[in-house]
Nanobody, 122 residues
Framework: QVHVVESGGGLVQAGGSLRLSCVASRTFDTYATAWFRQAPGKEREFVAGINLRGSNTWYIDSVKGRFTISRDNTKNTMYLQMNSLKPEDTAVYYC????????????????WGQGTQVQVTV
């Protein structure tokens, strides 16, 4: 397993932007990585994934066109650029690593961070 730490969450008004970062303790360029989120009282859900080379990405429909996932393997870091944020994007966002390309279930990934809170106000 790889140890990952998220950062970049915060409080933002609707329509605003945030950039989340996920830093790994070692290189994670041999596996796909992803972002998940969990709102209060809801199941953890997939948000966006990226393959090991960064050449393929996949998203949940509700964030397409607003969120962009990327990674810099030279820095062992993955990002989630979130634009046009909506109140329904409010959740704890988790970095997931050691996964496979196309994975969308929590069981598809083997390593998890502690999460970073994103709150979007009206």
């Amino acid at each position: 397993q790889v140890h990952v730490v998220e950062s970049g969450g915060g409080l933002v008004q609707a329509g605003g932007s945030l950039r989340l970062s996920c830093v790994a303790s070692r290189t994670f360029d041999t596996y796909a990585t992803a972002w998940f989120r969990q709102a209060p009282g809801k199941e953890r859900e997939f948000v966006a994934g990226i393959n090991l080379r960064g050449s393929n990405t996949w998203y949940i429909d509700s964030v397409k066109g607003r969120f962009t996932i990327s990674r810099d393997n030279t820095k062992n870091t993955m990002y989630l650029q979130m634009n046009s944020l909506k109140p329904e994007d409010t959740a704890v966002y988790y970095c997931a690593a050691d996964g496979y390309e196309g994975g969308r279930a929590t069981t598809d990934f083997g390593s998890w961070g502690q999460g970073t809170q994103v709150q979007v106000t009206v």
